[in-house]
């Protein structure tokens, strides 16, 4: 009877297998015509100066508006984006996404916004991905290369690919800003911290979540942002949740905030409709 039921167990989890798989393989079907039908859309996050409350950055996060299954998160699509190539069309539609959203932006909001858009390695690593052109894109949108800030993971700063590194250097010294994305989450590296030339350091959420007057996070959080800032960097905590979240980050030095607190991803017109409330009440 034992090893009945573990046969059905069996059957079970290869039925579930099968069943994820084949879910996958729908979604990379989707994917291509989906970018056609114009099902993806870029939602933006405030990011908050905790010293003044102002707002003039965001994140540019992507979403897939699926037709039968509703709004898909990037945690799910952008790894089956990644191994298929899409990843390259779908950059460059954030790309000049963005670079729209921008100009609205700082046509109506301040003149200074920035936006951050999420660089995979494989847009790196792919010769046809269309980074290369970025620098012209934003000089023939008459916006300066400092207003895009690409985020990028740690994993990439310690790629060994000549190409990679290459164009890293190359978006740099266009004047376009870095920051390092997650950071505590992977190979974190002080020697890579310095070497690199980023602007921003974003403290991953994990550990903002546990952060608590006088626990551990909490000095790490500070240590991090004192190295940081050792190293001319900006941090920018994540996942920011609660007030008290907001005043422990203030208080050990952080600059920027991120997270729903503030404010969740939103779509482009609600996203402006907070900015501009903002900028009516600060004048
Ligand atoms: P990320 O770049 O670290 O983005 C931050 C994620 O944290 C976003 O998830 C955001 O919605 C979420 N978040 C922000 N504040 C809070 C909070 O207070 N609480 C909680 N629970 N979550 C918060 P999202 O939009 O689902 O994106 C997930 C990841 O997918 C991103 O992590 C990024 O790695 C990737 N991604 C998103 N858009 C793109 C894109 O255009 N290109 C690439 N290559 N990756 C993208
Ligand atoms: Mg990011
Ligand atoms: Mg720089
Ligand atoms: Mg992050």
């Not at 903002?208 to 942002?225: E, F, G, H, P, Y």
Request: net charge negative; hydrophobic share 40%; proline share 4%.
């Amino acid at each position: 009877k034992a090893k009945q039921s573990g046969r059905n167990c069996f059957e079970f989890f290869n039925h579930n297998l099968r069943e994820q798989a084949q879910a996958r393989m729908d979604l990379l079907k989707n994917m291509r015509y989906g970018i056609e039908q114009k099902q993806f859309d870029l939602y933006y996050q405030a990011i908050v100066n905790l010293d003044s409350g102002h707002i003039h950055k965001a994140e540019a996060l992507l979403r897939w508006r699926h037709p039968t299954r509703g709004v898909i998160s990037p945690a799910e699509f952008i790894p089956l984006a990644e191994e298929s190539r899409y990843i390259n069309p779908l950059g460059q539609f954030v790309f000049t996404r963005a670079l729209q959203t921008l100009t609205v932006l700082r046509a109506q909001v301040d003149a200074n916004f920035q936006l951050s858009i999420n660089v995979s390695p494989v847009q790196f690593s792919c010769l046809d991905s269309g980074i290369d052109q970025w620098p012209a894109l934003l000089k023939a949108a008459n916006l300066p290369p400092s207003a895009i800030v690409s985020e990028i993971t740690e994993g990439l700063m310690i790629a060994p690919e000549q190409l990679t590194q290459q164009r890293l250097k190359a978006l740099v010294k266009s004047g376009m800003e870095l920051a390092l994305d997650d950071f505590g989450t992977g190979y974190s590296s002080l020697a890579y911290l310095q070497q690199m030339d980023a602007d921003y350091l974003k403290i991953d959420k994990c550990f903002v979540d546990n952060i608590q007057a006088d626990n551990q996070d909490l000095a790490l959080c500070k240590a991090i942002i004192t190295m940081a800032h050792q190293f001319g960097l900006k941090v920018i905590a994540e996942g920011i949740e609660t007030p008290e979240q907001q005043q422990l980050l203030l208080g050990i030095g952080c600059d920027y905030g991120q997270g729903y607190l503030f404010a969740k991803p939103l779509p482009e017109q609600e996203f402006l409709a907070l900015v501009s409330n903002q900028s009516t009440t600060a004048t």
